[in-house]
């Protein structure tokens, strides 16, 4: 399996159907990858919380239109990161796109845990409540976003569900890009699945991003890492490690705390 994390840049002298343009065209330069990832809200930026607001659409707004197309053409599965959603009952959400490669939407999901401490993505937008897993030809993908990332408990439902291969668009400060690689470790080994992390580049709302996109195999072990510029990180793996790393050590059959039904 060949994915692409695409580690955008997030500038604000870039106008937003400008970086949607460009995302797209990168979008299109992937063709033959089997999953592309996009990085949260690279369309105004994760910190950029006053932009919110104006810059919300509905989910089958104008980047959906855009990713749709890209994904189409290029013919890729394409999680096309997240964007600020206004539900029609006017609240906001942080939510995740998943395309086929025939541009249709597989799936969304809304952010579960929003960062904040009662400020900011806490307050401005509302709260997802159901784990998403899509289905793909040869995988199940868990979706999670940035802040998610410090919750096990949700990568641990996303595992009863099927999933195999944890993708994780975040928009991750540098003051804290220790705690995005320790992170994206840690789910992958207690998870005994692949971890595919992308974050975006540069600096916006005037809070330099960590960039640093890595992906890591069922053993936490790095396949592959991205600068702190923008790039597009590929790499290639076999998904069916995931079955035989369980197989081998299979210590997710010795939990005993927290188990639940799977659900699919």
Known sequence: MRASLIQIAVNEDEAVEARRLRAAALVREQAGADLVVLPELWTTGAFAFEEFDAAAEPLRGPTYEAMAKAAS?????????????????GRLYNTSLVLSPSG??????RKIHRFGFDQGEAVLMGAGREPVTVRLPDTTVGVATCYDLRFPELFRSLVDAGAELLVVPAGWPERRRSHWTLLAQARAVENQAF??????????AGVPQAGHSIVVDPWGEVLAEASADEEVLTVEFDPARVARTREQFPALKDRVLGLAAPRH
């Open 73 to 89: 053409d290029a013919g890729v599965w394409l999680h096309a990161g997240s964007v600020p959603e206004r539900a029609a009952d």
């Open 104 to 109: 249709e939407l597989a799936a969304s999901y």
């Open 195 to 204: 971890v595919l992390a992308c974050g975006t580049a540069g600096t916006h």
